[in-house]
């Protein structure tokens, strides 16, 4: 009988576990739904801080094409910029 492992509960612990709480080998679902959620949360404000920077690019009319090129050019160095100035200048 070796290998055979006897499930015994510890006196004191309780008869209902909340239902985050996987028994061993199932798949946990709060890690799950966390992860997606997480995943999804992190590309959407992705794509509206992209939308957001270059926001000031899609204001100028293209037939301005000096003015374009200066705004496309400030809004493409405030991604990388710390500080909001460039953004605010392309405006």
Request: proline share 7%; aromatic share 10%; glycine share 4%.
């Amino acid at each position: 009988m070796k290998g055979k492992m006897i499930e015994t509960r510890h006196p004191i612990s309780p008869t209902h576990l909340p239902w985050f709480i996987t028994q061993p080998g199932q798949i946990d679902t709060l890690m799950v739904f966390t992860a997606a959620f997480l995943l999804l949360f992190t590309v959407t404000m992705g794509v509206l801080m992209l939308r957001l920077l270059y926001l000031p690019e899609k204001m100028v009319p293209q037939e301005q094409k000096a003015k374009y090129e200066v705004v496309a050019t400030l809004c493409l160095l405030a991604m990388f910029a710390s500080g909001n100035f460039l953004w605010i200048a392309a405006l």
